[in-house]
């Protein structure tokens, strides 16, 4: 057995431990998106997440829009290394 599947099996059997103990889908994607990719690695996630899940949206669609939330998240493309919740002023 490879290694990648040994890992994405473990990190499977993890994610189903998480959600066993109450934590909920959202918060470990919040959590993984904040934490632990940059700003270009997730965007394209979330890109690749939005066609997976919507069909052939162009990249300038606000899924925000389609939500019907009016939260403007412009400019937070400008740092890629964003660290939400680190104040490093």
Known sequence: MSSLFTNRKTAYEILEDLRENGVSDEAILDY??????TG???????????EEF??????EDDVSELQGDETDFSGSDDDEDDDFGDDED
């Open 32 to 37: 993984i998106i904040c934490n632990n990719l």
């Open 40 to 50: 270009a690695a997730a965007h394209q996630l979330m890109v690749e997440t939005r």
């Open 54 to 59: 919507l069909g052939g949206l162009d990249d």
